[in-house]
């Protein structure tokens, strides 16, 4: 996943860098924003958020689609049980 994000990063930032030595003030304006703009998405993207997901992640049995979909099955068969 970090591969294709810095992928599109860097093509998104080339862009960017094409559109700054332009004379028309909306290109110019347009440029600095795709910049700000990749900038700010990767260094969230890259270090916040995989930060986030490394301190919050699941642990033991926690977001394992197989103890989930059990307890579903459980409680369907309880609740069947029970009419």
């Known amino acids: 996943m970090g591969v294709s994000i810095s992928g599109g990063a860097i093509t998104t930032f080339g862009a960017g860098i094409f559109l700054l030595p ?3 003030s909306l290109f110019w304006k ?3 924003l ?3 703009a990749v900038i700010a998405s990767l ?3 890259l270090l916040f958020f995989s930060a986030l997901c490394f301190y919050l992640g699941p642990e033991g049995e926690q977001g394992d689609l197989r103890i989930i979909y059990r307890r ?3 409680k369907i068969r309880g609740k069947l049980r029970a009419k």
């Open 22 to 24: 332009c004379t028309v």
């Open 30 to 32: 347009m440029g600095i």
């Open 34 to 36: 795709l910049i700000v």
């Open 43 to 45: 260094a969230y993207s």
């Open 72 to 74: 579903f099955r459980e």
